[in-house]
């Protein structure tokens, strides 16, 4: 292929765990990849944080290294996007982050999607029933970002009020590249109740749930001007994000989408028409999308949201908050997982904490298990722990990792799904007694 008279775009995937970056020709053929892992903060409420200085810093890296490995000049480069998780960012004066829980560390500036410290505020919202309710499924979800804010302004009062800007991730980002502060239609229909189909935001609603600060200041902080994904912003890249980017000054930036909606366009444009497709995206959570020319209302599915996906169609979404976190769980709670990693690594079991592997370890409980009585998954001695306490065993498992405060549905899947496996994991360790063989180390 001959890059050196062809066009090139980049997209910026930001999940729950990483930042990726891809650069692709105009026909969408992906030329090379990059990814930078991104941390995330919890503490006791349900609180699950991340610092949106080390996003930026993990995109930077990531397009870097994308465009260096597809062997591209950032001359040819048309234009770059982003998409990411609908997370909270709150910024204080000039851009500077500030602190949104009781680290006080003003580095942990972001609300994770996931993150449920809102549940009571969301009730409140929801006892009230105001008529904007209708366009999220008739019930707001603390994953939301409204009841969000209602719990900073609560909780957080002084942060509340020094913030100079809340923003969905994807709008930081492009605000970030290029110091536009436009939002994306999709973000703040879908996460902030902005009525697209009405250009609006509905005044009466936040002040009715205690967050007229906001409409008295002309919605300033949660944006005034929202615009159509892809929509050129500013005069493209900033010098500081181009030098930080890796890219020509003045590249154009486009509007972004939240994660699972990038994933939808793809899927329901491949192939026909958009409103005889389904979307299924699939991360750390799950996310079911339809898209029909008329609005259809479904109590506790989420929308209709207009022009929030695919233009001036809407949009229905429902999903579950931890379905690819639980899947994972349960792959890494299967019997022969430990198994798998002996062979790979051939000296030791995946668990940092478990004895090697010998016959003394296969013999003994694992440590975790003698000081916490919490079986460690990872380690090989997993069945002789199964096998001291069944009941016991299948009633931590499905208590410790079934998460608290997620949607009723997610907890009753999580916590049903790991008391099966953990049942399976002691039935298997009845039937099968042949010990672990050590492998030769070379």
Request: with cysteine; aromatic share 8%.
């Amino acid at each position: 292929m001959n890059t050196e008279t062809m066009t090139f775009v980049v997209g910026v995937d930001v999940g729950t765990g990483s930042a990726r970056a891809g650069v692709f020709d105009l026909d969408g053929r992906m030329l090379a990849t990059a990814k930078h892992d991104i941390t995330l903060f919890r503490e006791k409420g349900s609180i699950v944080e991340q610092s949106s200085t080390e996003i930026w810093r993990a995109v930077c890296r990531a397009v870097k290294e994308a465009v260096a490995h597809a062997d591209v000049s950032p001359a040819r480069i048309a234009g770059i996007s982003f998409d990411a998780t609908c997370s909270l960012v709150v910024l204080g004066a000039n851009g500077a982050p500030l602190a949104v829980g009781p680290s006080e560390q003003a580095e942990r500036d972001i609300v994770v999607w996931m993150d449920h410290r809102a549940v009571e505020q969301a009730e409140r919202i929801n006892a009230a029933g105001h008529d904007v309710l209708k366009y999220v499924g008739g019930k707001i979800s603390p994953e939301m970002e409204t009841p969000k804010l209602l719990w900073l302004r609560e909780n957080r009062p002084a942060i509340f009020d020094a913030a100079w800007q809340f923003f969905d991730l994807t709008d930081f980002l492009t605000w970030r590249a290029t110091g536009d502060l436009s939002r994306s239609t999709c973000t703040v229909t879908c996460k902030w109740t902005y009525l697209a189909h009405e250009k609006r935001w509905d005044e009466s609603y936040f002040r009715s749930i205690g967050l007229g600060v906001l409409a008295d200041e002309g919605f300033a902080r949660i944006g005034q001007t929202v615009v159509e994904p892809g929509t050129a912003l500013g005069r493209g890249l900033t010098a500081n994000a181009a030098a930080e980017l890796g890219l020509r000054e003045g590249t154009p930036v486009g509007a972004g989408v939240i994660d699972a909606h990038a994933g939808g366009i793809g899927t329901v444009g491949a192939e026909g028409e958009p409103d005889a497709n389904l979307a299924y995206v699939f991360g750390t959570s799950s996310c079911t999308m339809t898209t029909t020319r008329e609005p259809v209302f479904v109590p506790g599915v989420w929308g209709p949201y207009f022009s929030a996906m695919v233009p001036n169609a809407w949009l229905n979404e429902g999903g579950q908050s931890f379905a690819g976190a639980a899947i994972e769980r349960l792959l890494a709670m299967h019997p022969a997982r430990p198994m798998r990693n002996v062979a790979r690594t051939r000296r030791i079991s995946r668990c940092p904490r478990c004895w090697p592997i010998s016959p003394r370890a296969r013999r003994t409980v694992c440590p975790t298990w003698r000081s916490s009585r919490t079986a460690c998954i990872s380690c090989p001695s997993f069945s002789a722990i199964a096998r001291r306490s069944p009941i016991r065993t299948r009633a931590r498992l499905s208590r410790d990792w079934a998460w608290k405060r997620t949607s009723t549905v997610s907890s009753r899947f999580i916590s049903r799904a790991f008391a099966a496996s953990a049942t399976a994991c002691v039935r298997s360790s009845k039937r099968r007694r042949a010990p672990v063989r050590r492998s030769r180390t070379s």
